[in-house]
């Protein structure tokens, strides 16, 4: 978007500032505070770039304020002010959703600000133009001689710019004597991301906890579930329920599991997966269910009867659960374009034993001989045990 179609010398400030500022120093946020305490945006009253680069690198900051932090006594009442206009008015262009937004409750304020005393502002603002005048003073007593001195002050006056001149040029070529130039450096491309091979292993699956599920207010055939997967406070697509750092999860669950089955148990969770907004409401994980293996050309009906993954006993939320046979890292998002999960999940499976695992047999791109190659059934576990369903024998599992 183009905030304004003039750059000025305050956008010329700003941006790099913006681009640079510290958003963890207090220092550095209670200076901003100030500076916003007279200010509708960073630049005075006009909207500009570096307004868009500070909301997008305080937003995060913000939302994780407690409300003291926020309106307190020592709370930074104008960078909210400030961060709330930015991001709902039409003047920026950022068109944000709701569930993108920063919450703020313009009724929620613990202290209320004091009234800013005009005439010191004004008194703070003349000095910092006279300090940012005093570069200019050159100029201005040049433009006094011009006035009431004629012919003689021209004169002196260009005698005295070709000096400078003069002296500045030999200085400049008194320094650059005693050095060589420098070639300029060659720009080296990046590395090549090095692409990781086809594995099962590239899909991050971890105990979950289900702390709640509710009905979806918009959608009658899914649940609402908030999971707790072993994720840091702060990750990407997480939030806080009752003291632990969670995910919330839609699922295809309603009318085919109890809603109360779901409540408090331990579930297997598909974790990198690109979120996906359900009827209104964001999720950021897959829950792992095993139905009946549908016949060749028989479309999924969607009937059940559907038995949700169980971990094995005594696995703990955000524990890594994988299939043996395929070790390595996941990624930290698959890339939808590449359709790994796509690709692999067909062979997930269940066996006579009611146990998780992996068919490659299932993946022509991986089943066979040779280099990189495997064949049979590796089986879905944690560091406790194998991962299990409660009836279905030989079903699909995504």
Request: charged share 30%; hydrophobic share 35%.
């Amino acid at each position: 978007m183009e905030p304004s179609s003039t750059i000025t010398e305050s956008d010329l400030e700003w941006t790099p500032r913006a681009k640079s500022f510290d958003v963890q120093s207090s220092d550095q946020l209670a200076n901003l505070n100030t500076h916003l305490s007279s200010r509708t945006t960073l630049t005075g009253s006009k909207p500009s770039t570096a307004d868009i680069i500070l909301y997008t690198r305080l937003a995060p900051i913000v939302s994780s304020w407690s409300s003291d932090q926020r309106t307190g006594e020592q709370g930074y009442h104008h960078i909210v002010r400030w961060l709330d206009f930015v991001q709902n008015s039409p003047l920026f262009g950022l068109k944000l959703e709701d569930s993108d937004k920063v919450a703020i409750d313009p009724n929620d304020v613990r202290v209320a600000i004091k009234p800013i005393d005009a005439k010191a502002e004004k008194e703070k603002r003349k000095k910092e133009k006279e300090a940012s005048g005093e570069s200019g003073a050159a100029d201005g007593e040049a433009g006094e001689a011009k006035q009431g001195g004629g012919r003689k002050a021209k004169k002196a006056a260009k005698e005295a710019k070709d000096k400078v001149e003069g002296a500045v040029a030999g200085a400049a070529a008194a320094v650059g004597a005693g050095k060589k130039e420098k070639a300029p450096k060659q720009k080296q491309p990046p590395p090549p991301k090095e692409e990781k091979p086809l594995s099962p292993a590239l899909i991050d699956l971890r105990v979950g906890h289900i702390l709640k599920a509710e009905r979806h207010p918009n959608a009658d055939s899914l649940y609402v579930s908030t999971i707790a997967m072993g994720d840091a406070a702060g990750a990407d697509n997480t939030s806080e329920y009752e003291g632990q750092v969670v995910r919330t999860v839609c699922s295809g669950l309603n009318g085919l599991i109890p809603l109360e089955e779901m409540q408090g148990r331990k579930v297997v969770a598909v974790c990198n997966l690109k979120p996906v907004t359900m009827r209104g409401i964001k999720s950021c994980a897959m829950v792992l269910a095993a139905s009946p293996k549908e016949a060749p050309g028989e479309q999924d009906n969607h009937k059940g009867p559907v038995e949700l993954v169980d971990p094995p006993a005594g696995a703990a939320a955000g524990e890594r659960v994988y299939f043996e046979g395929w070790l390595g890292e996941p990624e930290g998002q698959l890339n939808p374009k590449k359709k790994v999960w796509e690709t692999v999940q067909p062979g997930f499976t269940t066996t006579a034993e009611y146990e998780v695992g992996f068919e490659v047999g299932e993946v022509p791109q991986l089943a066979g001989e040779g280099e990189g190659k495997k064949t049979g059934l590796g089986k879905l576990r944690t560091k406790e045990g194998v991962c299990t369903v409660k009836t279905l024998k030989g079903a699909t599992v995504r």
